[in-house]
């Protein structure tokens, strides 16, 4: 069982940065990919980004690369997402997401474990 607790979120104005934290439990953490999901209101939760159990590949939507950094410490049981050079349009709730396995997919029906969210908000 893993438990997912995201934390970070507020308001930011455009060009502002933001720096995401999910904290987990479970004592195979590091075996877990993990992801970064959003859900603007009266949209589909879409992917952000995504990391493997190792850190070692990572991945991410067109929309966010080359602005957002996703990393992990297992050490600390923790993921992150640096969001830099926020726009509008990426207002939504972030959610964090886990899932047992080797491979690391970038759709949500993929993970099994998920955090309550935290609201993000990118003022013009």
């Known amino acids: 069982q893993v438990q997912l607790v995201e934390s970070g979120g507020g308001l930011v104005q455009a060009g502002g940065s933001l720096r995401l934290s999910c904290a987990a439990s479970g004592r195979t953490f590091t075996t877990y990919p993990m992801g970064w999901f959003r859900q603007a209101p009266g949209k589909e939760r879409e992917f952000v980004a995504a990391i493997s159990g190792s850190g070692g590949t990572t991945y991410y939507a067109d929309s966010v690369k080359g602005r957002f950094t996703i990393s992990r410490d297992n050490a600390k049981n923790t993921v992150y997402l640096q969001m830099n050079s926020l726009e509008p349009e990426d207002t939504a709730v972030y959610y964090c997401?886990?899932?047992?396995?080797?491979?690391?997919?970038?759709?949500?029906?993929?993970?099994?474990?998920w955090g309550q969210g935290t609201q993000v908000t990118v003022s013009s």
């Open positions: 997401a886990a899932r047992e396995g080797i491979t690391t997919p970038t759709y949500a029906g993929a993970y099994r474990y």
